[in-house]
């Protein structure tokens, strides 16, 4: 199984990302440690709770396309604060939390750079993600105290045995 993220209304750029179940929790856990670190509006908060309760669920089928994200009129501040995230996660923020080494994930946050870099949103009318100039519940921002991610839907990710090695 594996997971495709994708960028279609780009003409330009390094087409798909495919990831592995196991690469697209890795993808999930490096941005939401850097996500959660830089998140202010509601807007970066409910992206952020993206990544955070990413790949818990459909596991194979959590991929997703760019323009699936409900951009705002305000997409350039939103593009470059998903930017951001992707150059915070390529700082190694927060990896000496994890149980294991991500590394080997900066081939992939590079290239997804890439994709989102050349991507040029549109603002979404109606989403499947709801509304993201709203802020998201409280419950959901809740920190774990180990590891200072939000809890989101699913509890921190970090927590989570099912989706973190054992060792
Ligand atoms: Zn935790």
């Not at 000496?96 to 750079?113: C, F, K, N, T, W």
């Amino acid at each position: 199984m594996a997971n495709r993220f994708t960028a279609y209304a780009a003409t330009t750029g390094p087409g798909d990302l495919y990831l592995s179940n196991g690469g697209t929790d890795v993808f999930f856990d490096v941005l939401t440690l850097a996500g959660c670190h830089i998140a202010e509006t509601p807007w970066q908060q409910n992206l952020v709770l993206l990544f955070a309760d990413g790949h818990r669920y459909g596991r194979g089928f959590s991929g997703f396309d760019l323009s699936e994200i409900p951009w705002t009129a305000d997409w350039p501040a939103e593009k470059s604060f998903l930017l951001r995230v992707l150059d915070v996660a390529l700082t190694g923020h927060g990896w000496h939390r994890l149980r294991y080494d991500p590394s080997h994930i900066a081939g992939q946050l590079a290239r997804y750079r890439e994709m989102v870099a050349a991507f040029p949103p549109v603002p979404v009318e109606v989403s499947q993600w709801g509304d993201w100039r709203s802020a998201p519940a409280p419950a959901l921002l809740t920190r774990c105290p180990e590891h200072d991610l939000y809890e989101g839907e699913a509890g921190c990710r970090l927590c989570d045995p099912s989706i973190q090695p054992n060792t």
